[in-house]
């Protein structure tokens, strides 16, 4: 918190309520005298005030530095984590301000067992659609993106649509089994955003992945059951059947992702 600077004016005040009386007895004896005597009178002390203004001598401004925090103890250390902690997380959600006057009275009358303005339930709540709604407009971008591209995509020669909104090309029809919901498939793979940045390569690993039809995104069991064995296919995943609109180990939120899949097999079959 910034330390207040308190600024003083200072200015001096005249008081001559002798130097009145004195001026109305002058003026009543000596009326012509009294006017010349009243009118120097009031130019020396327009005069004199003028220039106490003007040369009033303002004292410099000081700012006070704050002192610095230090961590003396593990109990100071762990509080300061604590903090971080929390900036950090609220930090990756898209949060950018923090109001840490309302977190303070939050932790304090929780700490200190005082009733508290929300309960646990709509603490949940509230979190819930505040984190959604600034996840939503850090997304947008990616999501905008997404649309944007399988409106153009679904146009060209050889991309398939499915009523999902699930878009692939055929680069290789293999002859094998297709997989079903139970089976568990060995396939390649590489995996790229939009802009071509890659974040997913199995070729590159040296190895295969081996994995459940279920056990990866919507996208994936939708498409490999369409797959035979020996197939490679271009496929682009919309984000509501990819990782959705949150962001998702270093997957971005509302990113259409685009994969090339090479189902080498099916186990067992």
């Avoid at 709604?133 to 944007?148: F, L, W, Y």
């Avoid at 955003?193 to 069991?221: C, H, M, Q």
């Amino acid at each position: 918190m910034k330390s207040k600077i308190l600024f003083r004016h200072g200015g001096t005040t005249y008081a001559t309520p002798e130097c009145k009386n004195f001026v109305s007895w002058w003026f009543t004896k000596n009326s012509h005298e009294g006017v010349k005597i009243l009118c120097g009178i009031v130019l020396i002390l327009t005069v004199a005030s003028t220039y106490a203004q003007n040369t009033s001598v303002k004292k410099p401004v000081t700012k006070t530095a704050a002192p610095a925090v230090q961590l003396k103890t593990l109990e100071d250390s762990a509080n300061y984590a604590m903090g971080l902690s929390i900036a950090n997380f609220y930090r990756q959600q898209g949060v950018t301000k923090i109001n840490s006057t309302l977190v303070t009275k939050a932790i304090n009358d929780a700490m200190s067992g005082k009733p508290t303005l929300l309960n646990d339930a709509q603490t949940s709540t509230v979190l819930m659609a505040y984190l959604n709604n600034k996840q939503m407009v850090k997304s947008k971008p990616n999501i905008d993106a997404c649309n944007n591209f399988l409106v153009t995509n679904k146009k060209r020669q050889g991309v398939v649509t499915t009523a999902s909104g699930l878009q692939y090309e055929v680069i290789t029809q293999g002859s094998g089994p297709k997989p079903t919901l139970q089976d568990t498939v060995v396939c390649n793979y590489k995996g790229a955003f939009l802009d071509g940045n890659e974040f997913d390569n199995s070729y590159k690993r040296g190895e295969p992945a081996e994995f459940g039809v279920t056990r990866v995104i919507k996208g994936w069991t939708e498409v490999l059951q369409l797959m035979p064995a020996g197939s490679k296919y271009k496929v682009y995943v919309p984000y509501q059947l990819g990782y959705g609109a949150s962001d998702y180990n270093g997957i971005p939120g509302g990113s259409l992702l685009i994969f090339e899949i090479e189902l080498l097999s099916v186990k067992g079959k």
